[in-house]
């Protein structure tokens, strides 16, 4: 089977300055791949570069599709939906309201349907719906994000940190629904942590990325399993 998505001597900067240097990866069609390392590794540009945000050179291919130096409103039509650090939330809004801007690419009577059966995933947001989005918790806020990106119907979900900032008990509610996501609707993801235990026990594919460069992949479970890794992210 191919790849959802390949990207094969991937470099990206920010004007002159180089954060990418050739870098190869995939994500399996409804697989979940991770990407450690430590801050200022290039996690967050990876999925910017994904997303048509930074300028790339190189290849990126979702389903065989070549998608890279595509305008982020092609790529995100293509299927790509990105879940940002910091959430990308509309905090002035209500809930209703960011779930209608996540559904914006469909038509109305679907996108109730759609609403839904967030909902079954995400309980709490059906409470919080006429709530402002600013006043959730982070979790609920988290969830939220989540569920905007879900919203667009991806094959591809990009993932940054969704752990960060939020209690052990919310982090692990989170990934036992994003686990349910990805059974359900066959989704690929590709997740960015810093929390590299989570990651690893999440995925079955990993990457480790230092100062732009792969330096590591593999099978999750033989990642997690590495002497170097286990001191240098997992501590123990
Ligand atoms: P973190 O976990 O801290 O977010 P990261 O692995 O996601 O780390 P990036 O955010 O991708 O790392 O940053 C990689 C490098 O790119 C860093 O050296 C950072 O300073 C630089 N960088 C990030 N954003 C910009 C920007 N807008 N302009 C210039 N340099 C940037």
Known sequence: MTNLLEAKGLHAAYGETRVLHGID????????TALLGANGAGKTTTLRAICGLVRTQGELNLNGTSIGGLATE????????????????????TVEENMKLGAYTRPANQAHADFDHMFDYFPRLKERFKQQAGTLSGGEQQMLAIVRALLLRPRLLLLDEPSFGLAPLIVQEIFRILRRI?????????LVEQNAALALEFAEDAYLLETGRIVMSGPAADISKDEGVRRSYLGY
């Open 74 to 93: 092609d790529i995100v039509r293509l299927g790509v939906a990105h879940v940002p650090d910091g959430r990308g939330t509309f905090m002035e809004l």
């Open 25 to 32: 990866f995939a994500v399996r069609q409804g697989g979940v």
């Open 182 to 190: 990805r059974d359900d609707a066959g989704v690929g993801i590709l």
